[in-house]
């Protein structure tokens, strides 16, 4: 029983490229979340998704990042033109039942900029 | 030992002992809280929740305990082995919101 899936688990880029982020939720899973991480801190809330739907975008900087999930494929964080605050470990988790079952989550991209 | 776990303090324990991990949330509409472990360079991995209506729940090796009334967690680990070093997030779950809002984290370390 696969559990939540993330690659790249580390990613390189320049300043001024695009990162492309993929998480495969666990099996029977529809609700998929997006977190942030910096060194020695707790994960932030970035994006809530289900599929094809964008819920709850409230913790997402409002240029640059998108978040998608759709129907078939795996769910995609997309940070464009990115800059050196960016860096950090972006984590995906995913969820049966969000209103009663913990949410599960991914090891992770650890995105660093040049 | 205790520790306030808000911003990333460290708890020492001697192998064998229990581990009390202490987490103060901040909204009185949380409804659903989890205790997650992150070892390094991996992701949180789920260990134990409870539900606002409970005040006390127990799995294997691990205690939850949640006081309504000062908004206060804590995680309790029997018997702390090696394996339990890490460090350990609370998350509260505000009423409808479907988001996690985590805490700073508290770094158990076990001295053989």
């Known amino acids: 029983n696969a559990g939540v899936m993330q690659n790249p688990r580390h990613l390189v880029r320049r300043r001024g490229q695009e990162a492309r982020l993929r998480c495969s939720p666990m099996?029977?899973?529809?609700?998929v979340y997006w977190y942030r991480q910096l060194p020695e801190e707790g994960l932030k809330f970035m994006v809530y998704?289900?599929?094809?739907?964008?819920?709850?975008e409230s913790g997402m900087p409002k240029e640059r990042f998108s978040a998608e999930f759709p129907k078939e494929g795996p769910s995609i964080l997309r940070i464009q033109q990115v800059v050196r605050g960016d860096s950090a470990a972006y984590f995906c988790?995913?969820?049966?039942?969000?209103?009663?079952?913990?949410?599960?989550f991914g090891d992770g991209t650890r995105l660093s900029i040049l | 030992g205790e520790s306030v776990g808000l911003h990333l303090p460290t708890l020492s324990v001697q192998e064998g002992d229990n581990s009390i991990i202490n987490c103060a949330y901040s909204?009185?509409?949380?409804?659903?809280f989890i205790w997650y472990k992150q070892e390094s360079g991996k992701g949180p991995q789920f260990i134990i929740d409870?539900?606002?209506?409970?005040d006390k729940r127990q799995g294997q090796r691990v205690t939850v305990l949640l006081n309504k009334t000062v908004k206060h967690l804590s995680l309790q680990i029997a018997a702390t082995q090696p394996g339990d070093s890490a460090v350990y997030f609370c998350?509260?779950?505000?009423?409808?919101?479907?988001?996690?809002?985590f805490g700073q984290g508290t770094r158990l370390t076990i001295n053989p």
């Open positions: 988790a995913s969820s049966l039942d969000p209103s009663n079952q913990p949410q599960h």
């Open positions: 099996k029977g899973h529809s609700h």
């Open positions: 998704l289900q599929k094809e739907n964008i819920i709850d």
């Open positions: 909204n009185s509409a949380s409804d659903y």
């Open positions: 409870i539900r606002s209506n409970m």
């Open positions: 998350a509260e779950n505000i009423g409808g919101a479907q988001k996690l809002v």
